[in-house]
């Protein structure tokens, strides 16, 4: 069992960073595939960056170059760096965990074990 707590929204301007932190419960949190995702009012989850147990990293199209996701095993967190950010990054932002993943399941959802609670990002143009 993995308890994620995500910490480090809020609202910025539009151009601001934010910093994005997820704490893990548990020993196992090395062996875990660490994704994040996000929701927008009326739209669906979609992924947003992932990182692996090896620290191979993937990103959506719309964050590449922007967003940079990290992991800091002996705390057990993730971390996600959010600069240029812009008003279409508002959402709910989630982290989540995945133990048994490929590359392709680590942008699918569904594919992921473990879910923090989300906590609100709201960039103001």
């Known amino acids: 069992q993995v308890q994620l707590v995500e910490s480090g929204g809020g609202l910025v301007q539009a151009g601001g960073s934010l910093r994005l932190s997820c704490a893990a419960s548990g020993r196992t949190f090395r062996h875990y595939a660490m994704g994040w995702f996000r929701q927008a009012p009326g739209k669906e989850r979609e992924f947003v960056t992932a990182?692996?147990?090896?620290?191979?990293?993937y990103y959506a199209d719309s964050v590449k170059g922007r967003f940079t996701i990290s992991r800091d095993n002996a705390k057990n967190t993730v971390y996600l760096q959010m600069n240029s950010l812009k008003p279409e990054d508002t959402a709910v932002y989630y982290c989540?965990?995945?133990?048994?993943?490929?590359?392709?399941?680590?942008?699918?959802?569904?594919?992921?074990?473990?879910w923090g609670q989300g906590t609100q990002v709201t960039v103001s143009s």
């Open positions: 990182i692996t147990r090896s620290g191979s990293t």
């Open positions: 989540a965990a995945d133990l048994n993943y490929y590359s392709a399941s680590l942008q699918v959802w569904s594919e992921y074990d473990y």
